[in-house]
C-alpha cells in the first residue's frame, strides 16, 4: 500500500468516513459540470426532493454540444439548445455559477478551469466526464464521474470511492525538439496498454515531466484514463505556482502564502512509498502516432505499422481488427499515410501552446489540397490570447479554418464530423471506431504540430523535417 | 420495465455474448445519442453504429436474444468516455448482469450505481462460457451473488467481484445516495478543516 504520496495526503484530507465495504466517503473540493452528464443528475436530484449542498463548490459551462461556426442561440440544433437551456435553468434554480457562452470564460470544461484558477494543488475534483484527470495536472486529486456519482456530488458534495493504488512514472532526460507532452504520453500509453493503469492513480514525475509548462502537464494527465488510470497527477512546484498566481480564482494577498505553504506540503515524500514503480527515459522518445483504435495502438513516426502476427498473443485480435478499420497495410510505413481532414483542439491539445506550437509549423505554408482543417480553441480565452499573438491570422492564411471555442470534433456532437471513410490527423485523445462522427471515420492521434505538418503535407509527416535550423 | 432495486443477489434468464477487448463506451453508445436530457431512448440506441453495420445481425438485434438479460464479454469492457448513458442503455434494452474478463473502472463504478454486477473471471473460463453460451442460446442461467457462481443444468462457473460492491449487492446499499447523505456531520467536519475552504488557515 502506498504511503506518503501526495495521492495519500490530499486522500486523508478529503476522507468523510470509511464506507462498510472498504469504500471511502470521499468529499470532493470542486464539482464542475457540463451539459452532457448532468440534466439527468438534476432530475433525479428534484424526484429525491434534495438540495444542492454546496451550489458555491459547483460550476458549470457548456461545451460538448455548442456549434463551433455560429454560437447565435437559439442553435440551430434543437437538441443542443435544449441541453443548453436545461444547464441554465438548473444553474440558475440552484444557485450554480454557469460560465456561458458570451461570457469570455467558457470554454472545454478541462480547459476554462484551470486558468480560472479554480483547479488548484491538493483538491479533489470530481467531473462528470473521464479527462477530469487533466486537472492533476496541478496536484489534485481529480477523475471523472458517472451521472448518478454527479447527482451524489450535488446532493452530499461526496462520493463512495475506492483508493486507488499509486504508480509513480518517472521520466528522465528531456524531450527532443518537435517531441511534445503528447508524445509522451502517448508513448507511455503504448508501454503500459490501455488498461494498465486500471486500479492504480499515477503520478507522473522525474526531469521530463518537471520540465513541462503547465499546458504540457495538463496533456500528459488528461490521457492517464486513456492509460486505464482513472487519475493521474503531478507534484506541485514553482511551475505550478507561477501559473496560479494572479488567476481569477486563485489565492490572494496573504492567502497566497499561505496557500503555497500548505501545497509544498502534500508533495510526495522523498521517502515515500508506491506500489509500483516504472523509469523511462524521455530522451529516446520519437514524435508518435496511432495508426490504430485503441490509444494504446501508438508508434513512432519512423516506424512501421505492426504485423498482427508478431505482437504478444494478448494484442493480435484487436491489432487485426484495427489494421481491417483503418484499411492499413502491416509492415507499411505510417509515414505518409494520406489524409483527410486536420483538427486541432480538444481537452488534451487546444490550450494557447498547443496553438503556438502548430502555428510556427503552419507559418508560411499552405495547407495541402483537398485537405480539411481547422483549429478550435479550447476556450474563449485561448482564442482571445491567440488572436492577439495573430496567430488565427498564421491559420488562416495558410488556409485553416478558424473556430469559435468548444469540443467539436474531439467527439462529434456538434454539426462538426467527419464523413464516411474520412481519415483524420487530430490533436484529440480518442481514436475509437466512430468517435468523430461518422460510424466508419478513422483517426490518428498526434501532437499539434505533427497535425498541422500533416495539414501541410496532406499526409503523416514527421514534424522535425519542419522545424530544421 | 422494472429497473433494478434493493438487494441483488439473484439473477436468472437467457444470456448471450459480445465478444473483443477494449469495448468502448462510444461504441456501446455513439455520442450522437448524448443529445438528450433524459435516458429514457437509449435502450433502443444500444451499440447503434455496430448493429447499422451488421445489418439485424448483431447480438443485440437477434431474435434469439430478445429478452436476454445476461451479458457475457471480453477483457476491458467499458473503457473510455465516463458517460452513464453506456450501462444505461444496457439496462434499458434489459441487461441486468455482466459477466466477463475484466472491466473499466469508471464503466464498473456506473453499473454499481445502477444496481447492475459486473463480474469476472479468467480469460480461459471466459471463452468456455462463452462458448456454452453460443451453443445454445435458450438455456437459462442462474448467477448466485452468495456462491459467486453462474451456472445452467450442467456447468458452473466461479466468478470474482471486489468486497465492497459485493456488499452493496447483497445488502441492497448500492444506491449510494441515503448513506453518503446521513453524514452530514462528519461533512461538515471535513469541510472546516480543508485549507482551501478556511482561507488557508
Ligand atoms: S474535448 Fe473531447 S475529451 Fe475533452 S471534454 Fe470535450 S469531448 Fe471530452
Redesign the pocket.
Known sequence: MSSGTLYDKVWDFHQVKELPGGSTQLFVGLHLI?EVTSPQAFAALNEKKLEVKFPNLTVATV??IVPTSNQQRPFSDPLAEEMLATLEKNCKSNGIKFHGIGSNSQG???VMAPELGLTQPGMTVACG???TSTHGAFGAIAFGIGTSQVRDVLASQSLAMKKLKVRRIWVDGSLQKGVYAKDLILHIIRLLGVKGGVGFAYEFAGPAIENLSMEGRMTIC?MAIEGGARCGYINPDETTFKYLKGKEYSPKGKEWDKAISWWKSLVSDSEARFDDEIQLDGSSIEPTVTWGITPGQGISIKEKIPNPEILPKNEQQIAKDACKYMDLEPDKPIEGTSIDVCFI????N?RLSDLEEASKVVKDQKVATGIRAFVVP?SQKVAKEAKQKGLDKIFLKAGFEWREP???M??A?NPDKLEGRQISASS???NFKGRQGSANGRTLLMSPAMVAAAAINGKVTDVRDFLQD | MDFPKGEIKYISGRSFTIQGDDIDTDRIIP?RFLKCVSFSALGEQVFADDREELKGNHPFDLDQNKGANILIVNDNFGCG?SREHAPQALMRWGIRLIVGESFAEIFFGNCLALGIPCLTASKEEITKLQKLVNENTSQIWNFNLKDLSISNQKESFKLKIEEGAYNMFYTGKWDATSQLLDENERINNTVKNLPYLNHFN
Open positions: 457540463h461545451d460538448h472545454v470544461v478541462h466526464d473521464s479527462h488528461n483542439g480538444s481537452c488534451t487546444g479550447g468548444g469540443c467539436s474531439c467527439l456532437m484529440s485523445n480518442r | 455520442a468516455s
